[in-house]
C-alpha cells in the first residue's frame, strides 16, 4: 500500500492543559497524539497514524483518502 500523508495540525497547550504540545489529524477523527515539543508530538502522531489505519482496516471500515497534497508536518 502507498504511504498515505495526512494533514497533521499542531497547537501549544496551555498550562492548565498540561502544556506541551497536541498534533491532530482532521480527516481521522480521533487521531492524535501530544509531546513535550512540536516535534515529539509529530513524531508520536505518525505512530497513531497507523494505528488508526490497523484498527480500522482490521474492522472493515473505509480509510480516508488525503485530501491534501502537501502535508507542513
Known sequence: MAQRRY???VRR???DEGGGYL???P???GCMSDGDTDAEAVE???GAIVS???QATAMG???PTPMRTHVYA
Do not use: D, F, G, M
Request: avoid cysteine; charged fraction near 40%.
Open 7 to 9: 494533514e497533521v495540525l
Open 13 to 15: 497547550l496551555r498550562e
Open 23 to 25: 498534533a491532530t489529524v
Open 27 to 29: 480527516e481521522l477523527p
Open 44 to 46: 508520536n502522531v505518525r
Open 52 to 54: 488508526w489505519v490497523e
Open 61 to 63: 471500515r473505509e480509510i
